[in-house]
């Protein structure tokens, strides 16, 4: 009877382990088929993530245009894919602002107070992600006279861009020196860059207002011609004193807010690869300049002599808010229609 006993009870613990055993087996089995969904699950939430989208981006030719050469380069040499980028170089802001508005482009380098008109105009649908060239205005002459804003007095200055900024500008320098531009000093405005050059070349004792590149260019053809003041550098002087800080600025980039709401990580990849670029300009001239000629921007000839003094840079984030409200601030004052008729928001400006 013993012995039966004994025999039922392995029978049962054998049972029991088997069952055990087999429940791990199936659970075993369960816990497997989960890990293994969970896995391609996450693959595929990685793949959805890294899907490259396409970003179309636009520059003028000029400084604005120079600080992305590096980038498209490494894009045409098929280093990037992350994204799909395309470039674009437009001679004028007149090409740029339909295909912004019609969402043929995503990310544009444009002069800095368009990018407020714009935003004006899009009730909104116009951000700014980075300031990308500082000032490029330069006085200019043939002479010595000009060491200081204050010489200019009593002068003449030949210039183009009246109406826009370049008048805003110098208007805004010699009023914070001293200066009635409309009494203190003669300006005659041209339509171009090139008749300002000309009109030099006839008054020995003239003087110009350029912008780089053309001031490199300028000098090429006329070797006295000498860069009397950096404006960038007279706007920073009177800055130094004034509780509401601005730069002199020149060109922003910006993006559709659409476009940045969708696809905030193209976004990122871009301003990322597009800081690398300003950078690569900034400490390979050379190397930049004949980038800058092998896209048409300007010549490379022209580009190692005029990148230095294009001011370009890549700046975002808070310091970007707070020069370019400032600068727009300045055109406001003068003119509300230059910057689209009233100051942009907070939301104008892309941090994150």
Excluded at 146 to 155: F, I, M, Q, T
Excluded at 316 to 321: E, L, Q, R, T
Aim: a negative charge.
């Amino acid at each position: 009877m013993k012995k039966i006993l004994s025999l039922m009870m392995a029978f049962v613990l054998s049972a029991a382990l088997l069952a055990g055993c087999g429940n791990s087996g199936k659970d075993s089995g369960t816990d497997a088929q989960t890990e293994g969904q969970t896995e391609e699950q996450d693959s595929t939430e990685q793949e959805n993530q890294a899907a490259p989208v396409d970003v179309n981006v636009m520059a003028l030719k000029g400084p604005t245009a120079m600080g992305m050469v590096e980038l498209m380069n490494e894009v045409d040499s098929g280093n990037v894919d992350t994204e799909n980028y395309s470039f674009e170089i437009a001679a004028s802001a007149d090409e740029v602002t339909p295909k912004l508005v019609q969402g043929e482009a995503d990310i544009a380098a444009v002069p800095a107070n368009l990018a407020s008109v714009l935003y004006n105009r899009t009730e909104g649908q116009i951000q700014v992600l980075a300031i990308n060239t500082l000032g490029v205005l330069y006085i200019v002459e043939n002479g010595d006279s000009v060491s200081s804003v204050a010489d200019l007095a009593g002068k003449t200055i030949y210039a183009s861009g009246k109406g826009s900024t370049p008048e805003y500008a110098l208007n805004f320098i010699l009023e914070k020196n001293g200066l009635d531009p409309a009494k203190d000093v003669t300006i005659e405005w041209k339509s171009e860059h090139s008749e300002c050059v000309a009109a030099l070349a006839q008054d020995p004792e003239g003087i110009a207002m350029l912008p780089q590149p053309f001031v490199t260019t300028a000098q090429a053809n006329n070797p006295n011609l000498k860069v009397a003041l950096d404006l960038t550098e007279e706007w920073d002087k009177v800055m130094e004193n004034e509780e509401e800080q601005s730069r002199l600025l020149t060109g922003v980039v910006v993006v559709r807010r659409e476009f940045a709401e969708e696809n905030p990580e193209a976004v990122a990849d871009f301003m990322e690869r597009y800081a690398d670029s300003v950078k690569y300009v900034n400490d390979n001239v050379e190397d930049a300049a004949k980038l800058v000629g092998q896209y048409d921007i300007v010549t490379e000839e022209v580009a190692v002599k005029a990148i230095p003094e294009c001011n370009i840079v890549c700046i975002s984030g808070a310091d970007m808010k707070e020069q370019l409200s400032g600068y727009l601030t300045v055109l406001y004052d003068q003119n509300p229609e230059s910057v689209g008729g009233a100051l942009p928001g907070d939301d104008f400006y892309y941090i994150q």
